[in-house]
């Protein structure tokens, strides 16, 4: 089988999107696939591709052959286009140092202000509730 790395085009009229795919040579760009690649927005500026280079690398490995739009995609990655080889999207990530404080003391409801009742669990870990 000869696999052809190559760009399947997704989207509406006159908004291209494509995906970067390892295909059977046979097979047409619609059709079947063996692996998504990645993706490219020609529509897009600034950083408009994002690659697994660690795939391709292993695809071109194997013999497959790579179509030019993709071969210049693979040569910007290479030559360290800012987070375009890294699989990451464009936008920052959201901050994932803040982790939540746990509550001490009875909880208050929040729309009356009030503690619950005796017998009422209050949500402190290790306290069981009792029915009435």
């Given at each position: 089988?000869?696999?052809?790395?190559?760009?399947?085009?997704?989207?509406?009229?006159?908004?291209?999107?494509?995906?970067?795919?390892?295909?059977?040579?046979?097979?047409?760009?619609?059709?079947?696939?063996?692996?998504?690649?990645?993706?490219?927005?020609?529509?897009?500026?600034g950083t408009?591709?994002?690659?697994?280079?660690?795939?391709?690398?292993?695809?071109?490995?194997?013999?497959?052959?790579?179509?030019?739009?993709?071969?210049?995609?693979?040569?910007?990655?290479?030559?360290?286009?800012?987070?375009?080889?890294?699989?990451?999207?464009?936008?920052?990530?959201?901050?994932?140092?803040?982790?939540?404080?746990?509550?001490?003391?009875?909880?208050?409801?929040?729309?009356?202000?009030?503690?619950?009742?005796?017998?009422?669990?209050?949500?402190?870990?290790?306290?069981?509730?009792?029915a009435p």
């Open positions: 089988m000869s696999v052809k790395i190559r760009l399947r085009r997704m989207g509406r009229n006159k908004q291209p999107f494509y995906r970067v795919v390892a295909t059977d040579s046979r097979c047409s760009n619609s059709v079947r696939f063996l692996e998504n690649l990645g993706w490219y927005d020609p529509t897009r500026s408009n591709f994002t690659l697994k280079m660690d795939r391709v690398e292993y695809w071109t490995g194997n013999g497959a052959i790579l179509s030019d739009t993709v071969k210049s995609l693979v040569r910007k990655a290479r030559k360290g286009e800012p987070m375009a080889a890294a699989g990451v999207a464009s936008e920052p990530a959201a901050p994932t140092d803040v982790e939540p404080v746990p509550a001490t003391g009875p909880v208050v409801d929040p729309e009356t202000g009030d503690t619950p009742p005796e017998g009422v669990a209050s949500g402190e870990p290790g306290e069981e509730t009792t």
